[in-house]
């Protein structure tokens, strides 16, 4: 374990970047060493890891401890790879258990996790101050397959498509009925935390699955979106006083505006993504301060 405290962390003083991943897929061989490569600018560094880090326990605690020995700050929340049990996983853990192991070990490495206080990254202007609002959200087969009504007919429509997530057999959800019974006992709880958070401190929300569907339109097989958000948040960004949303999940990098708010997709991916595409927008996205144009975003998309 890494000699950090598991107390709040120092406050960042106003030099250091916000920064953000996700995706690291670091139980693959050809990702350890591009995570290997994720180096703050400085010390006073911040770094959002939004999910999918690795699949076996040990090994994201091992890349989370290297990450918190490096950056000033780690915030971490969970995709569905940390999620999942695999037989050759020396810890057991299934469903929430498995979760709330994941949520002790960052707690002795002095990583945020979403069941923490919401941390204050400090900035200047329209840089900050921000909370930053690492959220467990999980998806509920709202973002159905296309021609479907229901997530039966949706889960069928993918089945016969060949398009099946490995989460339906290896992400438990126990002791919830389903995947998205948690994902609806998630999205409650965390929207009650929302609601209560101070509305003049802007939040950056980083979650693994996007808030809106929008981002999965692009995706090459779109009954793979079922497993990748729900309707229920689809309204947060407007509703909250959110100066960015962080996701991953998708592996397609990119930033994208709806409503005049900043969407972020962080990921790497798997090899065979970034051999073809590479990291066209390097492997660390910077957040804040805000290093694009405010006024003529490259994409412009409403969610309406
Ligand atoms: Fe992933
Ligand atoms: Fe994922």
Not at 62 to 81: I, Q
Not at 111 to 134: F, N
Not at 247 to 272: A, K, N, Q
Request: glycine share 6%; charged share 25%.
């Amino acid at each position: 374990m890494s000699p950090k405290s598991a107390s709040a962390p120092r406050p960042s003083d106003g030099r250091g970047r916000l920064l953000a991943v996700s995706d690291l897929h670091v139980g693959i061989a050809d990702n350890k060493p591009v995570a290997d490569r994720l180096r703050p600018t400085s010390d006073a560094d911040w770094l959002i890891v939004a999910g999918d880090v690795a699949e076996q326990a040990e090994e994201v605690e091992r890349a989370l401890e290297t990450l918190a020995g490096r950056f000033a700050h780690v915030v971490w929340t969970p995709g569905n790879h940390e999620l999942w049990t695999l037989d050759k996983d020396p810890v057991r853990l299934r469903g929430q258990e498995r979760y709330e192991h994941l949520v002790r070990v960052c707690r002795e490495l002095g990583v945020t996790t979403p069941e923490d206080p919401y941390p204050r990254w400090q900035g200047e202007g329209e840089d900050g101050p921000v909370a930053i609002a690492p959220v467990f959200l999980l998806y509920d087969y709202t973002f159905r397959a296309p021609g479907t009504s229901t997530k039966e007919e949706s889960l069928a429509r993918a089945h016969e498509a060949g398009v099946v997530c490995t989460d339906e057999f290896l992400l438990h959800p126990d002791p919830h009925p389903s995947r998205d019974a948690w994902c609806r006992a998630r999205v409650a709880l965390t929207e009650r935390r929302l609601a209560a958070h101070d509305p003049e401190v802007p939040l950056v929300i980083a979650g693994h699955w996007p808030l809106v569907r929008e981002p999965t339109s692009v995706m090459w097989y779109p009954e793979f979106a079922q497993w990748c958000g729900t309707e229920l948040t689809a309204d947060w960004h407007r509703r909250f006083n959110v100066a960015a949303v962080v996701y991953g999940h998708l592996h397609i990098p990119r930033t994208t505006w709806y409503d005049g708010v900043r969407f972020e997709e962080v990921s790497i991916g798997y090899p065979r993504e970034w051999r073809k595409r590479g990291h066209p927008r390097g492997l660390l996205r910077q957040i804040l301060p805000y290093d694009g144009t405010r006024e003529a975003p490259a994409v412009t998309e409403d969610a309406s």
